[in-house]
């Protein structure tokens, strides 16, 4: 996610002017961004605006970050994993929200919400310390200045540097926007590890190396601050520590995720009977991730060959990565829907759309009862489709009868049809839902 304050101008008193110029979730393979250019004029890039070029590499970013790390592989298997563990709970009735996963690895799925950090408006770092809570996972508290000039203590995490990571990029080839941004989450990483090596964020591209190297963990911010101070001990400066010394070590880092690659692709192989055209999804995702850790043992200096590279609209790096991973479904503010197929790979965009429907299903379970399918605009626009109440509350219960409705097919897939969803907000509301479907 991004921010860009009004008329794009910086101004770092005016936090309460910025909006969201784009978003990506890790566990959701979409992206939104501003501007109304769209994504098949993507080979004429200029028809675009700076501010949607910007928002739409921000997010590709997080896109890139979720299929070439071993943390962004993590969180969509831990996605995924928790989808597939509420199967154990299908019956007649099934109260909402679950407080628990109920899935194998809710330890990591702790670990991973518990340090994704906060975004508590701050804007200078004092100091920081490191808690040790159970099972040795690591909590990063920084103490900081807000905009009332007032100490408050927040917790970083891992936003703080995947955030960090796709806004230094972004800055490097648009410094016209640099700025815009609020300091938390997007520079507090930075002014962190200056506080450990001075002067360290001064060399944008050891800032990138730093970032990919902690992207390696399950605990990126924990072992962002690791490294660095354990480089201090060592003896390093802002000059002496090299993108080189720290690549070489990306290399030979021990095996801390949760799975191999090929393990994380024979796990969640199974899943992908629940969404449409379950051949060419899996083909296409397996592609993707492939074709990534490709480019990992093969380029591992990409996302500083991408910064290199200049505007998008001509940008090599950027070009090839277009052509090698396409894109997930890439919606803009007129809410046209569009996607760039990886090469040679037959995925439509209506099995991208099933995809991305049967990531939603999940979290009907952690929801009060009632959910609102993120798709409404879609069937509205590609399909003219007749779009009711139910697509607002409970899109489960839309029947199938005259047309496709992705989010209720796929939960047919998931062998949920007929199951009532009983929210704790209101048990009439889950009665009167399943009254409009006689």
């Known amino acids: 996610m991004i921010w860009l304050t009004k008329n794009n101008k910086v101004n770092i008193n005016m936090i309460e002017s910025k909006k969201t110029t784009g978003r990506y979730r890790f ?8 501007g109304y250019g769209i994504l098949k004029d993507f080979h004429d890039f200029k028809k675009w605006t700076i501010v949607q070029k910007f928002s739409f590499l921000h997010e590709y970013i997080h896109f890139f970050q ?8 993590n969180i969509f298997f831990l996605s995924i994993d928790n989808s597939w563990s509420f199967r ?7 109260v909402v929200p679950f407080r628990q996963s109920p899935s194998e690895h809710c330890e990591e799925l702790v670990t991973w919400i518990f340090t994704q950090g906060d975004t508590t408006g701050v804007k200078k770092v004092i100091s920081y310390r490191i808690e040790n809570v159970k099972n040795g996972l690591g909590v990063v508290w920084v103490r900081c200045f807000n905009y009332d000039d007032e100490e408050v203590e927040i917790k970083f995490g891992s936003r703080h540097i995947d955030e960090g990571m796709a806004c230094l990029i972004q800055e490097s080839i648009y410094p ?17 590890a200056d506080m450990i090596i001075p002067g360290i964020s001064e060399n944008k591209y050891i800032m990138v190396a730093l970032f990919d190297h902690a992207l390696h963990f399950n605990n990126p911010a924990y072992y962002f601050v690791k490294y660095l101070e354990k480089k201090r001990k060592e003896g390093y400066s802002r000059t002496s520590l090299t993108c080189d010394r720290v690549y070489d070590e990306i290399g030979y880092l021990p095996t801390n995720h949760i799975l191999t690659v090929n393990e994380f692709l024979k796990e969640v192989d199974d899943i992908f009977e629940y969404s ?7 083909e296409w995702f397996n592609t993707i991730i492939k074709r990534s850790m490709n480019i990992r043992m093969n380029r591992p200096r990409i996302f500083i060959e991408l910064m290199q590279g ?8 950027f070009m090839y990565l277009l052509d090698e991973l396409g894109t997930p479904i890439v919606t803009n503010e007129n809410k046209d829907y569009c996607f760039l197929p990886p090469r040679n790979t037959s995925i439509t965009e209506t099995d991208l759309i099933s995809f991305y429907a049967m990531l939603q299903i999940n979290k009907v379970f952690y929801s009060k009862g009632r959910y609102s399918c993120p798709l409404i605009d879609y069937c509205k626009k590609k399909l003219s489709a007749y779009v009711d109440e139910r697509c607002e509350t409970y899109p489960w219960l839309q029947p199938q009868r005259f047309r496709k409705c992705f989010f209720s097919d796929c939960w047919e897939r998931f062998g949920l049809k007929g199951v009532r969803i009983i929210g704790e907000e209101s048990k009439q509301q889950a009665d009167a839902g399943h009254r409009l479907h006689p």
Do not use: V
């Not at 979720?66 to 592989?73: A, D, E, R």
């Not at 016209?176 to 962190?192: C, Q, V, W």
């Not at 449409?276 to 899996?282: E, G, I, P, Q, V």
């Open 66 to 73: 979720n299929i070439y790390t071993y943390y962004g592989l």
């Open 27 to 34: 566990d959701e393979f979409f992206i939104s961004i501003m």
């Open 310 to 317: 200049g505007d998008i609209s001509n940008n090599d790096t």
């Open 176 to 192: 016209e926007i640099k700025g815009g941004a609020p300091f938390n989450p997007y520079y507090i990483a930075s002014e962190l």
């Open 276 to 282: 449409d055209s379950a051949d060419r999804t899996r």
């Open 88 to 94: 154990r709970f299908i019956g007649k009735e099934i």
